[in-house]
């Protein structure tokens, strides 16, 4: 076979290589067993508002809140710029230093002062940071498990 003729069929058996590469499923290093404890251990006790958030540029902004989670119960909503946290402006903060704002109440009892701007409001929010429950924490499990340990999702438990 020629070179030239070598060429197209070497690029397409890379290409076809590169895409089925691509498409397999990630893995995680530790075993099913490793990883359901150390979630469990790492989730235990820990506190959460149950809001996802997203950088504005600057800002922060909610782009969705967790059925059943304390900020649902607060009254956040989907939209909800972030004013200020605990006395901590947030109008130029990023979603790291609203984390970091959330990782200190929660070692101080996990409430939280927030004002948001909705619709051009402004809007106070009194909110308390709590546990997550062994069903949260079992769904985490889960997710991971699927994701990275496929076929072993509640298999070992």
């Known amino acids: 076979m020629h070179l030239r003729q070598a060429r197209p069929l070497f690029l397409a058996l890379l290409l076809t290589s590169v895409a089925v590469f691509a ?18 251990d790492m989730m235990t006790g820990r506190r959460y508002l149950g809001l996802q958030v997203v950088d504005l ?5 909610v782009k969705s809140v967790v059925a059943d989670s304390p900020a649902e119960r607060s009254g956040f909503g989907e939209g909800d710029r972030i004013i200020g946290v605990n006395g901590h ?31 051009g409001a402004l809007r106070k929010i009194d909110v308390r940071l709590e546990p997550y429950t062994n069903q949260q924490i079992e769904k985490i499990i889960a997710a991971h498990l699927t994701q990275y340990h496929s076929g072993t999702a509640g298999a070992e438990k």
């Open 23 to 40: 498409q397999e499923p990630k893995k995680c290093s530790a075993s099913a067993r490793e990883c359901q404890k150390q979630i469990r």
């Open 57 to 61: 540029k600057p800002g922060v902004v």
């Open 89 to 119: 402006a947030m109008t130029m903060a990023t979603v790291r230093e609203f984390k970091q704002i959330l990782a200190q109440a929660s070692n101080t009892g996990g409430r939280l002062f927030v004002i948001v701007q909705r619709r």
